[in-house]
């Protein structure tokens, strides 16, 4: 029986999701993938015929139809033949650790599909409706990501499993530490880990460092006079005033550079290197300890641009300078995704602040592709910010993933995170719904208002519509949002389920605010639900084409259908919430994995569409395609709407050509239009290419311009953005859907 094996929880759930026997769905089960197995997709080369295993087997007589495509999963894995080595661009799927992990990988998304999830779920993955991100975390239960509460951890001090460590005592060491706890933290869950503020949580490590380098200043260069001459007592008095002095010395003490200036300049001249040389360091950290399967360094993202303390604004100055440097041959830095915090008042006009800081963030974006930049004054991003509280300012997961509103009133950002998210097949319902559908003459009198003129197709069985039947649109995609829920609460209850111990430095250290008040063998159970439950979408550009024949950048009245069609579905999100008393939002799916398996399995069944599926991939979430000729400030107010509705996170992107890297004031004006228009997250794409043998980086063709090599002779790494993460050279490292959607990408003027 296949319920053998399930946790109580599970059995638990078993009745209310399924609402059927066991017995009944399991043979329903084996129809279905039975089918399914004319597909290529990888999560379907496994059949469900018979799941009981052998007793005893070898691997070379094996027939059992069970485990026979698990154990060719197995060798085309060994033998580097999968297509999940290009799945995430980011893991080397072809060295020994890249492939030991995708071996565990599979086999976990195998166990969940067979043995775990509730049936109706498992069709609806079959069928291409909904998609189920990181199905091999599903089975143990971990969780997405996590806003990681530097600020606590540093002042307090933490113990990473192997040793404690104390608070910093200055800015070297506490950029050392960020680097450490990121790494950490990075097992603890599968996803990114992000700093919501790093700007407010190192600024109090720079003053220390300026107070060791004015004591020092003080002592050598002859400004403090306690002499010798002196009796002890007032020397006594002169040093606990020196004391005194230093425990409240800040850059900004106009009264220190006045009284001791040689000392003052001493200290800031020094405290600045140190700063600088510490940023540098973190981000070569960041780049190079790999601490998962594959190579993979932690996916980390940091967030700055509103501390204006002089401290604060030395940090964002020297990340911003150090990674502008680069690495050590000069690269282009991949990690940490970098977000440009944008604030009215703080960085937005001459005379702010900040102001010079946002012209600095420019400048390294025009460069670096990075920093992206979040706009703190968007109405959704306004909505639980407390003024002089900067852990309630809107941040993002460099990917885009947002958690800030929490219905049991953690409405900060550190301390908590996205739980797990799944995504709808929006294009699929679009093509089912949509004017090019097919349907048996029989079924006419079931049609709504909306298709009441059919037209007989050729053969005389079957006719085509040409209005959509948008009333049944809505109802599966209804369905599909149900079916998405009920997975992420089935999987909701496996994590709760987990012990305190499983999840490691997360729950110990607190970094998942609560966890270090519980035992480790304590469930994390109540905990989790701070954080968020995301329902997402893709093709949302398709599916209109599907639906209308034109994608919302070609007619404004598709544009409000799919605005409409996001608020229904943000709308759904919330009555959920309400229903099960949970945080459920609603996502602007970022795609790598999924966006080629869905237009895959769709041309499959459906055949090439033109504008649906006839491409390599399917568009971004609710992205205006980038294969549409559109200019830049167009496609900001097409888009623009949509953030507004997308509580888990959304970001849009402009594509610029090669010259964006010099001409920071044409960029400095789009980010500022995008903000604006109330874009909440934001990014500007152009490309940068780099010569692996002289290491000269811009614009190159089929030769280097510096070193005059062929690229038929060396390697020309050609970086390029996909779903929020940088990737070395997308043409080695990219799977094929999103390669297409490169070559595709027009730029906008
Ligand atoms: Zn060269």
Not at 42 to 70: C, M, R, W, Y
Not at 139 to 149: D, V
Not at 167 to 196: D, K, L, R, W, Y
Not at 610 to 638: C, M, W
């Amino acid at each position: 029986m296949r319920f053998m094996t399930v946790r109580p929880f599970e059995i638990e759930l078993a009745g209310d999701v399924r609402g059927q026997s066991a017995e009944k769905s399991s043979t329903e089960r084996s129809h279905q993938s039975t089918h399914a197995d004319i597909g290529n997709d990888d999560q379907e080369k496994v059949s469900t015929k018979n799941n009981s295993l052998p007793s005893t087997f070898s691997g070379e007589t094996l027939e059992n139809e069970a485990i026979h495509p698990l154990v060719q999963l197995g060798r085309q894995i060994m033998d580097g033949e999968h297509e999940s080595a290009r799945e995430n661009a980011n893991l080397n799927g072809d060295s020994f650790s890249g492939k030991m992990s995708r071996l565990g990988s599979e086999y976990a998304k195998w166990y969940t599909e067979q043995h775990m999830l509730p049936t109706p779920i498992a069709e609806a993955v079959r069928a291409n409706r909904i998609y189920i991100h990181d199905l091999d975390h599903y089975a143990l239960g971990t969780t997405n990501c996590i806003f990681i509460p530097f600020e606590r951890l540093l002042r307090d001090g933490y113990s990473s499993g192997n040793g404690s460590l104390r608070t910093p005592n200055s800015i070297m060491t506490a950029m050392a530490q960020v680097a450490i706890i990121f790494q950490c933290q990075q097992n603890s869950q599968f996803g990114g880990v992000a700093a919501n503020k790093l700007d407010y949580d190192l600024a109090p490590y720079v003053t220390r460092s300026f107070r060791k380098h004015l004591r020092k200043g003080l002592r050598y260069l002859g400004e403090w006079h306690a002499t010798a001459a002196q009796s002890s007592a007032l020397q006594q008095a002169a040093s606990d005033a020196l004391e005194q002095l230093l425990d409240g010395a800040q850059m900004s003490n106009i009264q220190i550079a006045k009284q001791y200036p040689l000392a003052y300049q001493y200290a800031l001249e020094e405290t600045r290197s140190e700063t600088f040389q510490a940023a540098e360091s973190l981000i070569h950290n960041l780049n190079t300890m790999s601490s998962r399967g594959g190579g993979q360094i932690p996916f980390t993202s940091i967030n700055y641009g509103t501390c204006t303390s002089l401290e604060g604004r030395l940090v964002i100055e020297s990340l911003l300078a150090a990674t502008v440097r680069g690495l050590g041959h000069g690269e282009t830095p991949i990690f940490p995704i970098q977000i440009f915090k944008c604030k009215r008042g703080i960085n937005q006009q001459p005379g702010e602040p900040n102001y010079d800081l946002l012209i600095k963030a420019i400048d390294c974006a025009s460069k670096r592709l990075y920093p992206n930049f979040a706009n703190l004054d968007a109405p959704l991003n306004l909505e639980h910010a407390v003024t002089g509280d900067p852990d309630t300012e809107f941040a993002t997961m460099g990917c885009r993933t947002r958690v800030i509103g929490d219905r049991f009133g953690r409405n900060h950002l550190s301390g908590k995170g996205n739980l797990s998210f799944n995504t709808i097949n929006l294009v699929k319902l679009g093509i089912d719904y949509g004017i090019h559908r097919t349907m048996p003459l029989s079924s006419k009198s079931h049609l709504s208002m909306n298709s009441a003129d059919e037209e007989s197709s050729a053969n005389g069985h079957h006719m085509i519509a040409t209005h959509p039947d948008e009333v049944g649109f809505l109802n599966e995609l209804d369905e599909c949002i149900e079916l998405a829920a009920e997975a992420l609460l089935h999987r909701y209850r496996i994590q709760a389920a987990q012990p305190a111990k499983a999840s490691d430095f997360m729950m110990r250290e607190g970094v998942w605010e609560g966890g270090e008040l519980l035992a480790p063998d304590e469930p994390v159970g109540e905990l989790l639900k701070h954080g968020t439950l995301s329902i997402g979408f893709i093709g949302l550009a398709e599916c209109m084409v599907a639906l209308y024949g034109q994608h919302h950048g070609q007619s404004s009245q598709v544009h409000e259908r799919a605005l409409s069609l996001i608020v229904h579905m943000r709308e759904a999100c919330d009555r959920l919430s309400e229903r099960h008393q949970l945080n459920f939002s609603l996502m602007a799916t970022p795609a790598e994995g999924l966006s080629g398996k869905f237009v895959r399995r769709d041309r499959q069944q459906y055949g090439h569409i033109p504008g649906v599926t006839d491409r390599e991939y399917y568009t971004n979430s609710f992205h205006i395609p980038v294969y549409y000729e559109i200019s830049a400030a167009r496609k900001i107010q097409l888009e623009a709407p949509f953030h507004h509705y997308c509580n888990a996170g959304a970001i849009s992107y402009i594509e610029l050509d090669g010259n964006a890297r010099h001409n920071t004031e044409a960029m400095l004006r789009i980010v500022q239009y995008a903000l604006e228009q109330n874009i909440s997250y934001f990014s500007i794409n152009h490309p940068i290419d780099r010569c692996t043998s002289c290491g000269h980086e811009g614009i190159i063709g089929s030769h280097c311009p510096a070193c005059g090599a062929s690229e038929q002779d060396v390697l020309i790494a050609r970086l390029r953005r996909v779903t929020g993460y940088l990737t070395g050279d997308y043409q080695t490292r990219f799977n094929p859907a999103k390669q297409a959607e490169v070559r595709d990408r027009l730029k906008h003027h």
